[in-house]
Every structure is written in C-alpha cells, then in structure tokens.
C-alpha cells in the first residue's frame, strides 16, 4: 500500500467533483476519472484523518464485483469502466496518486437514486421495523429480529442527497414519480438481481452482504449503465458468516468498528451531535478499520 491520500491534487484534468470518498475528474467531453482517496465518512461527516490503504482497497473490491457481475462475467447489466489504464491520462508526476485508487469511466448522466438492496434486517432498517413491522413502506412479516434473514432480498431505495447531507430513504412509487415506471422497474429488478449474484458468490467466501447499494446512469443512447463504487465495505454491509447470529449485531468488514466508535466519542466533553468537524481519530481506531477492510478484500479473493 501507499501511503495515505486524503485529497488528490492533479493538475492535469479538470476537477469536477468531490464526494465523500471519490475526487472526480474531467476526461474529455466522454470520461471521468475517478479517483478513490483514503477519507472515510460516517453519519454522512467525512473524517480529518484518512484510513492508509484504503483507496486502494476499494477500488480492487469494486473491480472483483464489476468483473463478476458485468460483461466478462454474468452479464447482468453494462458497467461504466472504458477498460483504459488511469495512468494513461494523467501526466508522469502525478502518476503515483492515481495508480491502483483509480477508475477510468464512461461519462454517464446520473440518476439520483440509490438502489439499496436489504437481505438482512440491519442498521435503520432493523430500527423502522420495529416501529412499523415494515422498511420503506416494504411490508415484513412478524417476529423477525435484529440480523434476521429476509424471505426474500427488498429494494428500499433512497434519494441521493448533496455531500455532506442525509440520503432519504423513499418508497417504489416515489422512485416511479421521479424517474418514471419503465426505469424504475428496471432499476428495482436489476439491482435484486446483482445483490443476489454477489450474495451467493460471497458465501462461497464465508461472507454475508447483509445490504448494499448501488448506483446508476444513462449514456448517450438511453442504456442503464452500472456506475460508480460497487459492492465495497463502503456501500454495503459485510458480515463473517462464522460469526453470525440472529438476534445481535454481527462484528463487520465494514466502517461499522468506526461508528460504533463515534457513538460514544467527545467533542468539546460532550457527545459528538454527528454534524462536521468530527472528532479526531485515535491510531488505534484507524489501524483496526483498515484492517476490517483488508480482512474483506483478503476473504474475498482467497
């Protein structure tokens, strides 16, 4: 691994964007760059301190899962990488902050909504069940627990939210009244359809992806497209299937080991309200989380 990158600086493409995670740059009038920094967020609040490695990390386990899900593999749905080496649109200089973070990508026309896909009752929606016996207005049955398995996978998607703002979670029909029922439709179908795939290819690892989500765009001619970060501790929850059991909160590969942290964390002798600045992290919390996620790339790939 390198050493850490909190925030690329090159000088060579324009900058369009940065998110939590990804600084996004200009290719062209038809490709973006996306470069996957060390930063880690939390409650929507991206930390000061960066995770080494991480970037790195993310980007190998995003190119695992477009690799199985894509054309090279099931073919489930097209997928945005060009199949172009990142190094080469960047100058010699500043090779080294891109090599091995990096994605060359198709430029596509987003489309603001998250396809979350649950297949355990976890986090919020292990929370909103137990209030409305449902998750994002998906009906669930009775006497389910905290990490139970769902009969089947439900899609509750959300509404994108500005860097730095909560993503809202919203029913089917409101996806409908946003993007239309045809793309909608194939949205909710499609994304089943990968989270099942990953599912299954994940257990042959001893891992359960509890939940995900995934995003979308349109190219020129109107074809849905697979895009950004897929399948990564990042956007989706991964659990130990050794571990697992219903009823409690399984330990995960994901940055659950840093928000539980938070919860408790101090600013100012008070508890941290979740809006930026975030507390600093101590060493010991970001080496345990960047060793939670090299535990998942490792399983993954043995």
């Not at 627990?145 to 500005?162: F, G």
Request: proline share 7%; net charge negative; hydrophobic share 40%.
């Amino acid at each position: 691994m390198t050493s850490a990158l909190h925030t690329s600086a090159l000088n060579s493409l324009p900058l369009l964007a940065r998110g939590k995670v990804r600084d996004n740059y200009a290719v062209g009038d038809d490709r973006i760059l996306m470069v996957a920094s060390d930063r880690i967020s939390a409650f929507d609040v991206i930390m000061g301190e960066p995770i080494p490695g991480k970037g790195e990390l993310l980007t190998q386990m995003a190119l695992f899962w477009f690799d199985k899900l894509g054309p090279k593999g099931l073919n489930i749905c097209p997928i945005h990488l060009t199949g172009d080496a990142p190094e080469s649109v960047v100058s010699a200089a500043e090779v080294a902050q891109v090599k091995g973070r990096s994605m060359l990508v198709k430029r596509l026309k987003p489309i603001p909504v998250e396809a979350v896909v649950r297949g355990y009752l976890a986090g919020s929606g292990w929370k909103e069940y137990q209030e409305s016996r449902s998750v994002c207005g998906v009906p669930l049955p009775e006497g389910l627990q905290n990490a139970s398995l769902l009969p089947e996978p439900i899609y509750t998607p959300a509404a994108k939210a500005a860097v730095g703002e909560h993503d809202e979670n919203i029913t089917f029909e409101q996806t409908v009244a946003m993007i239309g029922a045809d793309l909608a439709g194939r949205i909710r179908d499609i994304s089943i359809a990968l989270y099942k795939a990953a599912r299954d290819i994940a257990a042959t690892k001893g891992i359960i992806i509890a939940d995900t989500k995934f995003e979308f765009g349109l190219d020129t001619d109107g074809t849905l497209v697979l895009m950004d970060e897929v399948l990564t501790p990042d956007s989706s929850r991964y659990w130990p299937a050794d571990s697992y059991v219903e009823g409690a909160n399984p330990p995960s590969y994901d940055k659950q080991f840093l928000r539980d942290w938070l919860e408790t964390a101090q600013v100012n002798g008070q508890l941290w309200d979740k809006t930026a600045p975030a507390p600093r992290l101590p060493r010991e919390v970001i080496e345990k989380t960047a060793a939670k996620y090299q535990e998942a790339l490792q399983r993954l790939m043995a």
